[in-house]
């Protein structure tokens, strides 16, 4: 599976960003697609997962209420909308794929920063 993420930039805190990670090589059917941060410093945490069959949605804490995970079937895309942006949301927001019957993400897609400002 190859993974190609977009959609980073600048905003100011309360602003909105769209990333969007489209995806090819493989069937995504029977994957979980997930999005993680790495803020400088800091150790690359967990963001949002989407189960690509089914949509069943996982956040963490933080995003949850904030952001959206969401897939879309015909461009084999999977999108992160980031609502009410804070400065703390600042960091490199990398895509990722696992098997449904894995436990590690596998496949990952270069970083796209967001920075927010305050």
């Known amino acids: 599976v190859q993974l190609q993420a977009s959609g980073g930039g600048l905003v100011q805190a309360g602003g909105s960003l769209r990333l969007s990670c489209a995806a090819s090589?493989?069937?995504?059917?029977?994957?979980?697609m997930g999005w993680f941060r790495q803020a400088p410093g800091k150790e690359r945490e967990f963001v949002a997962s989407i189960r690509w069959s089914g949509a069943t949605t996982d956040y963490e804490d933080s995003a949850k209420g904030r952001f959206t995970i969401s897939r879309d079937h015909a461009k084999n895309t999977v999108y992160l909308q980031m609502n009410s942006l804070k400065p703390e949301d600042t960091a490199v927001y990398y895509c990722a794929a696992r098997g449904i019957t894995s436990s590690a993400y596998n496949y990952w897609g270069q970083g796209t920063q967001v920075t927010v400002s305050s």
């Open positions: 090589g493989r069937t995504l059917s029977s994957y979980v």
